[in-house]
C-alpha cells in the first residue's frame, strides 16, 4: 500500500524456533581490556475521507507551525528520554517530568520542568504524557501498574508510547488506556542517542488518529519524520522489524571487520570501502571507526538491541516466518550479553566474535 504524504491540521480543530545452531558453540571467556521543510498540500480536505491507511510525513506547512497549548508529560528519563524531554522543554513546552531514579529528573528541572512522585500524578496534570520505557515489562508497569499513569487519564488526555515493545504489549496498555476514555498512540522511535538529541527521529505511529494530529507539533519537535500507520499494533511491528534489520547487519558488519584484519586488511580501510559503496549506511560510518579501535560508547544498549531482536523473532514465529540470519544475529547478541556487555554499545556484539575466533586459534 503506498505511503502518502500527510498534510498536519491545525491544532485548534482538533523466539523464533529455528535458532541457527552455529551460534551454540560461543562459549570462551571475553577478553579483558530534517528538520521539517514546507510543502504544499490541502489541509482544507476533511481528513476522514482519506482512503489510505498509511501516511508519511517529512515535512510540515503553516498549520503545523502551530505551539501545543496544553501540558506535556514526560514519563522515563533514559538515554533517549532526557534528551527528547530536553528539546520539548527548550521548545517552549510546559512540561512535567517522572522517572524512577529522581535525580535523572534534576537536570530537566533546572531547565523548567516540573516534578511529580508518580506517573498517575504525572498524567492526571497533562493533557498528553509520553513514555519512553526500556522494556515491555516496564512500559506496562508505568502504564497500568500501581499508581500508573492510567489512573490519571481521563476523557480528553491522550497517552503516547513512544518505548519499544511487542505488539501485545502496545494492544494491552491502548486498552486500559481507552477503558479510562482517554486517547492512545503508539509512536516507538527509529534512531538513537544523537538523533534523539539533534532532534532528528522518526516516529513509527499508530492508533487515535485525532490524538496523532494533535500531537504532531510535539513530534516535529522531537524528530525529522513521523508516519502514521494505522490500527495499534502496526508501529510496534514496523520498529521491531527496522531493528531485527538493523541487529543483523551489525553482526554482519562485525563479521567483516575482524575477516579484513585477519587476512591481512586495514579494517578502516574497509570502513572507507563500504561507506561509499552500494551497502554504504549510516550506522557503518558512525560506528565502524570506534569498532575498530575496540571502543564502544554506548548510543543503543546492546541489552535493548537483544530484547529487539528477541520481540522480533516472536512476531516472525507468530506468523509462521521464517528468520534465521536474525535467530543466529540474536545467539550473538545473547552471548555478548553474557559476557558483561549489557551496557556497551550494541556494536560491542563484535566483542563475542572476537572471543569466537581467539577459542578456534
Given at each position: 500500500?503506498?505511503?502518502?504524504?500527510?498534510a498536519?491540521?491545525n491544532i485548534?480543530n482538533?523466539l523464533?524456533?529455528?535458532a541457527?545452531?552455529?551460534?551454540s558453540?560461543?562459549?570462551?571467556?571475553?577478553?579483558?581490556?530534517?528538520?521539517?521543510?514546507?510543502?504544499?498540500s490541502?489541509?482544507s480536505?476533511?481528513l476522514l475521507?482519506?482512503?489510505?491507511?498509511?501516511?508519511?510525513s517529512?515535512?510540515t506547512?503553516?498549520?503545523s507551525q502551530d505551539?501545543?497549548?496544553?501540558?506535556?508529560?514526560?514519563?522515563g528519563?533514559?538515554i533517549?528520554?532526557s534528551p527528547?524531554?530536553q528539546?520539548?522543554?527548550?521548545?517552549?513546552?510546559?512540561?512535567?517530568?517522572?522517572?524512577?531514579?529522581?535525580?535523572?529528573c534534576?537536570?530537566?528541572?533546572s531547565?523548567g520542568a516540573k516534578?511529580?512522585s508518580?506517573?498517575?500524578e504525572?498524567a492526571?496534570?497533562?493533557d498528553v504524557t509520553?513514555a519512553?520505557?526500556a522494556?515491555p515489562e516496564?512500559?506496562?508497569?508505568v502504564a497500568?501498574?500501581?499508581n500508573g499513569?492510567?489512573?490519571?487519564?481521563?476523557?480528553?488526555k491522550?497517552?503516547?508510547?513512544?518505548?519499544?515493545v511487542?505488539?501485545a504489549?502496545s494492544?494491552?496498555?491502548?486498552?486500559?488506556i481507552?477503558a479510562?476514555?482517554?486517547l492512545?498512540?503508539e509512536?516507538?522511535v527509529s534512531?538513537s542517542?544523537?538523533?534523539?538529541e539533534?532532534?532528528?527521529?522518526?516516529?513509527?505511529?499508530?492508533?487515535?488518529?485525532?490524538?496523532?494530529?494533535?500531537?504532531?507539533p510535539l513530534?516535529?519537535i522531537?524528530?525529522k519524520?513521523?508516519f502514521?500507520?494505522?490500527?495499534?499494533?502496526?508501529?510496534?511491528a514496523?520498529?521491531?522489524v527496522?531493528?531485527?534489520?538493523?541487529?543483523?547487519?551489525?553482526?554482519s558488519?562485525s563479521e567483516?571487520?575482524?575477516?579484513s584484519?585477519?587476512?591481512g586488511?586495514?579494517?578502516s580501510v574497509?570502513v572507507?570501502?563500504v561507506?561509499?559503496?552500494?551497502?554504504?549506511?549510516p550506522?557503518y560510518?558512525l560506528k565502524?571507526?570506534?569498532?575498530?579501535?575496540?571502543?564502544?560508547?554506548t548510543?543503543?544498549?546492546?541489552?535493548?538491541?537483544?530484547?529487539?531482536?528477541?520481540?522480533?523473532?516472536?512476531?516472525?514465529?507468530?506468523?509462521?516466518?521464517?528468520?534465521?540470519i536474525?535467530a543466529a544475529?540474536n545467539?550473538?547478541?545473547k552471548v555478548a550479553k553474557?559476557y558483561?556487555?549489557?551496557?556497551?554499545?550494541?556494536?560491542?556484539?563484535?566483542?563475542?566474535?572476537?572471543a569466537?575466533?581467539?577459542?578456534?586459534?
Amino acid at each position: 500500500m503506498p505511503s502518502t504524504l500527510l498534510a498536519k491540521p491545525n491544532i485548534n480543530n482538533l523466539l523464533s524456533s529455528t535458532a541457527m545452531a552455529l551460534c551454540s558453540a560461543f562459549c570462551p571467556r571475553i577478553s579483558a581490556n530534517f528538520r521539517p521543510k514546507p510543502f504544499s498540500s490541502s489541509p482544507s480536505k476533511p481528513l476522514l475521507s482519506l482512503s489510505f491507511k498509511v501516511f508519511s510525513s517529512q515535512a510540515t506547512d503553516a498549520s503545523s507551525q502551530d505551539k501545543f497549548s496544553g501540558r506535556v508529560g514526560f514519563l522515563g528519563l533514559g538515554i533517549m528520554g532526557s534528551p527528547m524531554a530536553q528539546n520539548l522543554i527548550k521548545a517552549g513546552c510546559d512540561v512535567i517530568v517522572w522517572n524512577r531514579t529522581k535525580s535523572k529528573c534534576d537536570p530537566l528541572i533546572s531547565l523548567g520542568a516540573k516534578y511529580r512522585s508518580s506517573p498517575e500524578e504525572v498524567a492526571a496534570n497533562c493533557d498528553v504524557t509520553f513514555a519512553m520505557l526500556a522494556d515491555p515489562e516496564s512500559a506496562i508497569d508505568v502504564a497500568c501498574g500501581k499508581n500508573g499513569a492510567v489512573r490519571g487519564m481521563g476523557p480528553g488526555k491522550g497517552y503516547v508510547d513512544i518505548s519499544t515493545v511487542d505488539v501485545a504489549t502496545s494492544k494491552l496498555i491502548n486498552e486500559h488506556i481507552k477503558a479510562r476514555g482517554a486517547l492512545f498512540l503508539e509512536a516507538p522511535v527509529s534512531g538513537s542517542k544523537k538523533p534523539a538529541e539533534d532532534g532528528q527521529l522518526i516516529f513509527l505511529t499508530a492508533g487515535d488518529r485525532s490524538l496523532y494530529e494533535l500531537v504532531s507539533p510535539l513530534l516535529d519537535i522531537l524528530g525529522k519524520s513521523r508516519f502514521y500507520l494505522g490500527e495499534v499494533g502496526n508501529g510496534a511491528a514496523m520498529k521491531l522489524v527496522v531493528n531485527m534489520i538493523m541487529g543483523s547487519m551489525m553482526a554482519s558488519f562485525s563479521e567483516g571487520i575482524l575477516l579484513s584484519k585477519k587476512v591481512g586488511l586495514d579494517p578502516s580501510v574497509l570502513v572507507e570501502v563500504v561507506s561509499q559503496g552500494a551497502i554504504s549506511a549510516p550506522m557503518y560510518s558512525l560506528k565502524g571507526p570506534s569498532m575498530v579501535k575496540s571502543q564502544y560508547p554506548t548510543a543503543f544498549p546492546l541489552k535493548h538491541q537483544q530484547k529487539d531482536l528477541r520481540l522480533a523473532l516472536g512476531l516472525a514465529e507468530s506468523v509462521s516466518q521464517s528468520t534465521p540470519i536474525a535467530a543466529a544475529a540474536n545467539e550473538l547478541y545473547k552471548v555478548a550479553k553474557s559476557y558483561g556487555l549489557s551496557d556497551e554499545d550494541f556494536s560491542a556484539v563484535i566483542e563475542a566474535l572476537k572471543a569466537k575466533s581467539q577459542d578456534t586459534a
